[in-house]
């Protein structure tokens, strides 16, 4: 007898609801002898390419369908509407589940159903709510048939459609009436039984096939499967509670453990208990389930046409024409535009790359792309390829990159070749802020029919896999919050391990049996689907049957969006071009702007020498803080060593700073080689082509290809193809065995070839394409160039744009540093965005419109308690010779040189209406619109903003400069307004406006009376001190505007001897001393000893402080240095260039702890106290634990490093950390940081 | 249904049960036999695992069943407990 076949089937792709894979289903099905599979995930077909391929994998005939929501014609109305969309990334939907009422279908494709079907499942989207679709049976009657009647799909009625609720309900008239209608509407419908054991399923699923019966339909029994295992249904169930945002209750579940993907026999004994046992009965129910699965049948390779090789047919746009000679002439086009006409090389590449791209039929999606990259620069975006693309000349002369790859030695192999499997991707970067318009234009160009952008499964990780278990399990909501923050950006099936390996969690309140269940429940989670989101810059192309070849929904922005991932996409021969927003690109194009707007010059960017000494002195002085790639500690560190003086220098600088080269020593032997330390070494004098750029050390993936083809002879497509299979060690040892006999026939001796594979096998995996980083370097050069002659308006830039890793409070205490006066919120003078103004005359003196000008006076009401722990009294004592008070000089004070200072003066930043707290865009239009004011009445009435953005407006001295305030001084000030009085003022409009009082509509320009309706007397409250001052600048804007706040705190670092970060190249090496500061970042990078080495950099005003937390101090640091945003450390000088320093530390401590010690009366506080605390030897305690992941070639690295892709660290724009500490981002955590773990107060 | 007493009695007696292709197929119950002539309803509960500190705290497994010793013939309520593999009769209308 044949086979049963499963009709019913949920893979992971269910989001939130099944728990299985599509290739596990699909081996299991294989196992059972089973030859064909179906997948029906819910709402969609995410996962129906892996699963097409994982059938074709394992011989069996693929099904494709989907499980929809049913709902009734006349019910378009969203009902039941979810409270709440939850989840990080915003782009998130659930199933619009309505509990046990929902009613369900499930549609196959016939096998010539996957254009309707794609096309049913799209429609479902678009009529229902973003994430939650639905279909009618007028919508199933409309897809289910093809043009001339025939049917297209099969829509199966189980015990959760319309009939099954009904015949469930022992309706029975109800039942045969929906059936009839059913039959009328959808020319192949079928009845679905399914017992899952439950309470009565047997019975209902009797009563369907009487009714099947009674209606002369077919009736197929399914298991209506979610798991692979009936061990899974435990997961199911914390599933259906996180997805019905409901606790785990056997109220709210479904019977699960039965619905896995059953054996044949299993089956079997399904059909016959449906059957009561009917054998007859039995063995037609089976043949029909039989015969459904027979005609949906797909053909994989019509679906996924990258399953043969040649690719069966690929859906390309429709270009108006014949391609080949459309893209022939263009290029010759090319050749004459950029002057290669008599260039023998030019014209031999070019006919070799064409040939490649026409064997592969690939010429119109060239031309395709290049009238997309055209449409960009006519738009006047900034637009650059990037990426592989760049090494085709093709690309070049058709004008989509203006990198020449033969003037750098690019290679069109790393991009295109002939044994390449799988289509080119073409990468264009474009300004951030415009890429939404990009997408647009496309869309506008192909029309909304034709494109649609690329999606990606967001998947469960620790943090959110902690939640959403926390939460089904009935924990608090703040405790859940505060638990998934304390894990690193780590793997949900890392979370006991992490628990028992780093010491910062260890330690915590997190190790409690309690949460065990949670913890253990949460690893079940690992890498299960949470929710789709827009992929960030892939768009497809595609001709008018691209919806018959992608079903695609609505994402959160409104664009059209493929259930398919960029990997499915490109499998199911769609073209794919990614235009990704590159926000350095905006920040640039903003400080061009500026520039204009302040100094009345336009700078031409590109055109811009690439060779300018001062900016390459900055950059060689590691004074590298909002460039682009070259900021981080680890860039900062690794330029002040490598000098660069050249654009190759810098190409060399981003391919080196990579995990892998510095893991793999590749850093040091190039940089000796540089310097002149080292001869060059070289395995054979025919390798000094290919690596005399780089000093004999492989730094490139070009390198590598021409190595091999010099050693071998191979060609460069071949070597390209070794090149990819070196990643893996099996590949390196498939490599190994070709390569080492075929160079030894090429005539190199064994100790050359020996030493050539030594090479390859080292860094062959871990060289960067050069066209990258080439395409990296320029914009690079630029920002550098930017900061170093127009500093104040090119970090106007950054801090709008925030390209980078660092939160707005670091960029600003570089602009001080730069000598970059910092002016606060004016409501008078603010923009929309950071501007830059002029300060007057062009001394380094404080711009005139200072807003806290003076030195502070005295401290005095002291007691009063702050969050900001500091108390006034901080203030009293302070050195008076460092002029901290001014907004412009505070981190240049003692002696700026124009060497590591001020080349910033004379130019001054305004805070923004948009940095403050809570505003919304309309908000910011009005206050711009409105300006100027004349009062706090004035601005209430005209720019209209909220309440709480008006308080806060006032709270950080946004009206200060009109009524001539300024916090610190005294605070009781009778008679003289405060901001206090301001912030009541506010109230006093708010509660007039809402009582009618205020004039409606009409905002003539007049002094309301409302402003008197409750009047307050100047000076009735009291002033602000200046503490209490940065405090709210640090809620409301993120950032210490008005001084920075290790200021506070002078006095007991003088008191302890803390050596400043200016002061740091005048200790010598191996010194240990303490230094104190911010926290800016932390990261924890891979490195070669597999350990987890947490960095550190702390800001003291005066510069960065960077310092290494090796293992064996963790165990007493690593909750310190997560957890605490101010901290003082002792650690080692370490000089590691001729500029460069850093500390390995060797203790840490909260500034905030010592501070209250110091503070606490004897014998307990005082300094003292706090001297004897920082001399205390740490306890040694545990170091970190976990199996490094060691490689092939014997690199190792921590399973706590950063491996994964950086967290989405402006996603995070609030970060809720202590409840005492301030609310905005404030440093950088890199992805294997954990967070603070000293809220869980259990 | 089927004539069947409407009035249950609850008992949750453990008693011993014999299985025949995957089915009860007579059980003793204070002393006496029962043979099992029909299986009006079968059903399976998972445990509310998370409730329990084990991994996996199994499933209840209900068995409906027409069973009589001599004549007489009743209904009669089984469960299996795949964790502690007992059975018990859980209640009887007869």
């Given at each position: 007898m044949a086979s049963f076949v499963h009709l019913h089937v949920a893979s992971a792709y269910s989001l939130r609801y099944g728990t299985a894979f599509p290739p596990a289903l699909v081996a299991r099905a294989a196992a059972h002898g089973m030859d064909t599979l179906a997948l029906t995930d819910r709402d969609g077909l995410y996962g129906v390419i892996k699963h097409i391929q994982a059938c074709h994998a394992e011989g069996l005939a693929p099904i494709a369908g989907v499980d929809l929501v049913l709902r009734a014609h006349d019910h378009h109305t969203a009902r039941g509407r979810r409270a709440g969309v939850h989840g990080e990334a915003g782009e998130t939907r659930g199933d619009g589940s309505a509990g046990d009422g929902e009613r369900r279908v499930v549609v196959l494709a016939r096998a010539d159903g996957w254009g309707p079907l794609c096309r049913l499942v799209t429609a479902a989207h678009h009529a229902g709510e973003r994430g939650e679709p639905y279909v009618t049976r007028e919508m199933l009657a409309e897809h289910a048939r093809g043009p001339s009647g025939e049917p297209r799909l099969v829509v199966l009625l189980g015990p959760r459609s319309d009939v099954g609720r009904a015949a469930a309900g022992q309706r029975d008239e109800e039942a045969r009436a929906l059936l009839a209608a059913w039959r009328a509407?959808?020319?192949?419908?079928?009845?679905?039984?399914?017992?899952?054991?439950?309470?009565?399923?047997?019975?209902?699923?009797?009563?369907?096939?009487?009714?099947?019966?009674?209606?002369?339909?077919?009736?197929?029994?399914?298991?209506?499967?979610?798991?692979?295992?009936?061990?899974?249904?435990?997961?199911?169930?914390?599933?259906?509670?996180?997805?019905?945002l409901a606790p785990l209750h056997a109220r709210h579940l479904e019977q699960s453990s039965q619905a896995y993907l059953k054996s044949g026999e299993e089956m079997a004994g399904v059909a016959e208990r449906v059957c009561g046992g009917d054998r007859s009965r039995m063995a037609r129910l089976l043949a029909e389930t039989r015969r459904v699965a027979e005609r949906c049948a797909l053909d994989p390779v019509e679906i996924v046409p990258l399953l043969s090789d040649p690719p069966g047919a690929l859906h390309l746009p429709e270009i108006g024409g014949d391609p080949v000679p459309m893209l022939r002439s263009r290029c010759e086009e090319g050749l004459r535009r950029r002057g290669m006409e008599r260039s023998k090389e030019a014209r031999e590449r070019l006919a070799a790359e064409l040939d490649i791209i026409e064997r592969k039929r690939l010429s119109g999606y060239f031309v395709a792309v290049a009238g997309i990259t055209d449409m960009i620069r006519g738009m006047g975006v900034r637009c650059a390829i990037r990426g592989s693309g760049a090494g085709s000349l093709v690309n070049y002369l058709a004008g989509i990159g203006e990198v020449n790859p033969i003037e750098h030695g690019l290679l069109m192999e790393r991009f295109l070749s002939e044994g390449r499997r799988g289509l080119p991707d073409i990468d264009v970067d474009v300004e951030s802020a415009r890429r939404l318009d990009c997408y647009r234009a496309i869309l506008g160009r192909y029309g909304e029919a034709q494109v649609a952008c690329v999606s990606m499964m967001e998947t469960y990780r620790a943090r959110s896999a902690i939640r959403d278990v926390g939460s089904a399990m009935g924990l608090p909501p703040h405790e859940v919050d505060a638990i998934a923050k304390a894990f690193p950006h780590i793997r949900a099936k890392q979370i006991r391990a992490a628990l028992a390996d780093l010491p910062e969690l260890r330690d915590s309140g997190l190790n409690d049996r309690s949460l065990e269940t949670v913890f253990r429940l949460a690893e079940k989670l690992d890498g299960l689907p949470r929710h789709i989101a827009l992929h960030p810059c892939g768009v497809l192309v595609g001709n008018a049957a691209l919806r018959d070849r992608t079903p695609v929904e609505r994402s959160m922005l409104d664009f059209p969006m493929s259930q398919f991932d960029k990997d499915d996409v490109e499998e199911a021969g769609l073209l794919k071009l990614d235009v990704l927003g590159v926000r350095m690109q905006s920040a640039m194009a903003h400080a061009l702007d500026e520039i204009e707007r302040v100094d009345g010059v336009r700078i031409e960017l590109d055109a811009v020498p690439r060779d300018d000494t001062d900016t390459y002195d900055m950059i060689c002085s590691g004074r590298t803080i909002g460039c682009f790639q070259i900021e981080s500690p680890g860039q900062r560190e690794l330029v002040a060593k490598l000098e660069p003086r050249t654009m190759h220098d810098l190409i060399v600088d981003i391919s080196l700073f990579r995990p892998g080269p510095v893991n793999s020593d590749m850093v040091t032997p190039y940089l000796e080689a540089r310097h002149g330390f080292r001869r060059p070494s070289y395995a054979h004098e025919e390798l000094h082509g290919p690596l005399r750029e780089t000093h004999g050390v492989v730094v490139f993936h070009e390198q590598v290809l021409k190595v091999i083809d010099v050693m071998t002879g191979c060609g460069l497509s071949e070597a390209e193809k070794a090149r990819r299979a070196l990643d893996t060690p099996a590949g390196r040892e498939a490599v190994h065995d070709w390569?080492?006999?075929?160079?030894?026939?090429?005539?190199?001796?064994?100790?050359?070839?020996?030493?050539?594979?030594?090479?390859?096998?080292?860094?062959?995996?871990?060289?960067?394409?050069?066209?990258?980083?080439?395409?990296?370097?320029?914009?690079?050069?630029?920002?550098?160039?930017?900061?170093?002659?127009?500093?104040?308006?090119?970090?106007?830039?950054?801090?709008?744009?925030?390209?980078?890793?660092?939160?707005?409070?670091?960029?600003?205490?570089?602009?001080?540093?730069?000598?970059?006066?910092?002016?606060?919120?004016?409501?008078?003078?603010?923009?929309?965005?950071?501007?830059?103004?002029?300060?007057?005359?062009?001394?380094?003196?404080?711009?005139?419109?200072?807003?806290?000008?003076?030195?502070?006076?005295?401290?005095?009401?002291?007691?009063?308690?702050?969050?900001?722990?500091?108390?006034?009294?901080?203030?009293?004592?302070?050195?008076?010779?460092?002029?901290?008070?001014?907004?412009?000089?505070?981190?240049?004070?003692?002696?700026?040189?124009?060497?590591?200072?001020?080349?910033?003066?004379?130019?001054?930043?305004?805070?923004?209406?948009?940095?403050?707290?809570?505003?919304?865009?309309?908000?910011?239009?009005?206050?711009?619109?409105?300006?100027?004011?004349?009062?706090?009445?004035?601005?209430?009435?005209?720019?209209?903003?909220?309440?709480?953005?008006?308080?806060?407006?006032?709270?950080?001295?946004?009206?200060?400069?009109?009524?001539?305030?300024?916090?610190?001084?005294?605070?009781?000030?009778?008679?003289?307004?405060?901001?206090?009085?301001?912030?009541?003022?506010?109230?006093?409009?708010?509660?007039?406006?809402?009582?009618?009082?205020?004039?409606?509509?009409?905002?003539?320009?007049?002094?309301?009376?409302?402003?008197?309706?409750?009047?307050?007397?100047?000076?009735?409250?009291?002033?602000?001190?200046?503490?209490?001052?940065?405090?709210?600048?640090?809620?409301?804007?993120?950032?210490?505007?008005?001084?920075?706040?290790?200021?506070?705190?002078?006095?007991?670092?003088d008191a302890i001897g803390v050596v400043r970060a200016r002061d740091l190249l005048r200790q010598r090496n191996g010194a240990e001393i303490l230094v104190a500061g911010v926290k800016v970042a932390t990261q924890t990078p891979a490195v070669r000893s597999g350990q987890r080495v947490i960095f550190l950099t702390l800001d003291d005003s005066t510069g960065p402080i960077d310092l290494t937390f090796f293992e064996s101090v963790q165990a007493h640091t690593a909750a310190t240095v997560f957890g605490s945003w101010l901290l003082v450390a002792r650690g080692v000088v370490r000089r590691t260039g001729a500029r460069a320093v850093s500390l390995r530390a060797l203790n840490c401590w909260n500034l905030v702890d010592l501070d209250e010690l110091w503070r606490a009366p004897p014998p307990r506080g005082g300094i003292d106290a706090v001297r004897a605390l920082l001399d205390e030897t740490p306890e040694s305690g545990g170091g970190v634990g976990g199996r490094p992941i060691e490689y092939g070639n014997g690199y190792r690295l921590s399973p706590y490093s950063d491996i994964g892709p950086a967290p989405g660290v402006r996603d995070a724009a609030a970060f809720l950390a202590h409840p005492a500490e301030p609310q905005r981002r404030l440093w950088h955590a890199s992805s294997g940081s954990s967070g603070p773990t000293r809220t869980r107060g259990r | 249904m089927g004539g069947r007493s409407v009035l249950s009695r609850l008992y949750g007696d453990p008693i011993e049960v014999w299985v025949r292709d995957g089915r009860p197929a007579q059980f003793v119950w204070r002393d006496r036999l029962y043979a099992i002539r029909q299986v009006q309803d079968h059903w399976v509960v998972a445990r509310e695992w998370w409730k329990t500190s084990d991994t996996d705290p199994g499933e209840r497994r209900f068995w409906r069943v027409e069973a009589g010793m001599g004549p007489g013939v009743g209904t009669y309520e089984l469960r299996f407990d795949t964790a502690s593999r007992g059975w018990l009769l859980l209640r009887a209308w007869d």
């Open positions: 509407a959808v020319p192949d419908v079928v009845v679905e039984v399914t017992d899952h054991y439950g309470y009565r399923d047997a019975n209902v699923a009797a009563r369907m096939l009487g009714l099947a019966d009674w209606a002369g339909l077919p009736a197929v029994l399914t298991n209506a499967a979610r798991h692979l295992d009936p061990a899974d249904h435990q997961v199911g169930n914390v599933l259906d509670a996180a997805r019905r390569f080492v006999p075929l160079a030894g026939e090429r005539g190199f001796d064994p100790a050359t070839v020996e030493k050539a594979w030594k090479v390859l096998d080292a860094f062959g995996a871990f060289g960067f394409c050069k066209a990258h980083a080439a395409a990296f370097a320029l914009p690079t050069y630029q920002s550098a160039w930017l900061k170093r002659h127009h500093t104040a308006a090119f970090l106007a830039g950054v801090l709008t744009h925030e390209p980078g890793m660092y939160p707005s409070r670091v960029i600003l205490d570089e602009a001080r540093r730069c000598g970059v006066g910092i002016l606060a919120l004016d409501v008078n003078r603010s923009g929309r965005h950071w501007r830059v103004e002029k300060a007057a005359g062009e001394t380094a003196g404080p711009p005139p419109e200072e807003p806290y000008g003076e030195t502070p006076e005295g401290g005095e009401a002291t007691g009063e308690s702050l969050t900001l722990r500091v108390r006034p009294g901080d203030l009293g004592p302070r050195r008076q010779d460092v002029d901290l008070g001014g907004g412009a000089d505070s981190g240049v004070d003692g002696g700026p040189d124009g060497e590591t200072g001020g080349f910033g003066r004379g130019y001054a930043l305004r805070v923004p209406f948009s940095a403050v707290r809570g505003v919304s865009e309309a908000e910011v239009d009005r206050m711009v619109a409105g300006q100027p004011y004349t009062s706090v009445a004035d601005f209430w009435d005209r720019a209209r903003p909220s309440r709480p953005v008006a308080e806060r407006i006032v709270e950080v001295g946004g009206l200060d400069a009109m009524y001539g305030l300024r916090p610190g001084g005294p605070r009781w000030r009778p008679g003289r307004l405060t901001r206090r009085d301001l912030i009541a003022q506010v109230g006093a409009l708010d509660r007039s406006s809402a009582a009618g009082v205020a004039a409606k509509g009409d905002t003539a320009a007049v002094q309301l009376p409302m402003a008197f309706a409750e009047r307050v007397t100047p000076g009735e409250l009291p002033e602000m001190t200046e503490a209490e001052a940065v405090e709210a600048e640090l809620a409301v804007l993120g950032m210490d505007v008005s001084r920075h706040v290790i200021g506070f705190h002078d006095e007991l670092l | -």
